[in-house]
């Protein structure tokens, strides 16, 4: 069984600075895949970010980054220049080559302010 | 481009009661999956369906059943609602493969009395 852990429930960063988000996994898998998934008060889950694991280079989007270090199975979400409308729940989430099902973790709700 | 929308928003039930919620998948989408999100939680898998037939399931009792549709819609039926049924359940699709993401509709909140 794969398990997902994200140890910081609240995080706060000001407007325009960067903030890093803490995601580990467990698994006995080789091939997978790593996802962050952002959740507004709307509710929609949106797609950040996806990380492939035979992908040595780390993924960007933007202003978004991951920092996938696979030994140590942890995979941060790098936000810079952080923005009002960043303020939502960040949920990490892996999936195996094996398998269908998305696993994620508790989230990390992210306050943006001014 | 149409993405995935979830009926209704909101539903209220009693213990016992059965409830249907629905899906409707992304253009072009074949697979849909289903997650409940207790309050606080990250979503849990349910169950996913790929060209009609289901194809992984998570760790859910029977009563938790659901269909896809030729045109890839989708239910989740729920049996004999228990209080902590309470959630807000959310479908995914995508195409097939491991290596296409989910996209996620709004949900669908559901509230057992």
């Known amino acids: 069984a794969q398990t997902v852990t994200q140890s910081q429930p609240e995080m706060s960063v000001q407007e325009a600075e960067t903030v890093t988000l803490s995601c580990t996994y467990d698994?006995?898998?080789?091939?997978?895949?790593l996802f962050w998934y952002k959740q507004p008060p709307s509710r929609q889950m949106i797609l950040v970010i996806r990380?492939?694991?035979?992908?040595?280079q780390n993924a960007t989007e933007n202003r978004f980054s991951v920092n996938f270090q696979k030994a140590a199975k942890s995979f941060s979400l790098k936000i810079s220049d952080s923005q009002l409308g960043d303020t939502a729940m960040y949920f990490c989430?892996?999936?195996?080559?094996?398998?269908?099902?998305?696993?994620f973790g508790k989230g990390t709700s992210l306050l943006v302010t001014p | 481009e149409t993405g995935v929308t979830q009926s209704p928003t909101h539903l209220i039930k009693t213990r016992g009661q059965q409830v249907t919620l629905r899906c409707s998948s992304q253009?072009?989408?074949?697979?849909v999956s289903w997650y409940q999100q207790a309050l606080g939680q990250g979503p849990q898998f349910i169950f996913q369906?790929?060209?009609?037939?289901?194809?992984g399931r998570g760790n859910f009792p029977p009563r938790f059943s659901g269909l896809q549709f030729p045109n890839y819609s989708s239910e989740l039926n729920v049996n004999a609602l228990e209080l902590d049924d309470s959630a807000l359940y959310l479908c995914?699709?995508?195409?097939?493969?491991?290596?296409?993401?989910?996209?996620f509709g709004d949900g669908t909140r559901l509230s057992i009395l």
């Open positions: 995914a699709s995508s195409l097939g493969g491991h290596n296409q993401p989910q996209h």
């Open positions: 369906y790929y060209r009609e037939e289901e194809n």
């Open positions: 989430a892996f999936r195996a080559n094996s398998g269908y099902a998305l696993n």
């Open positions: 990380q492939e694991a035979y992908k040595q």
């Open positions: 253009s072009g989408h074949n697979t």
């Open positions: 698994t006995s898998e080789n091939n997978y895949y």
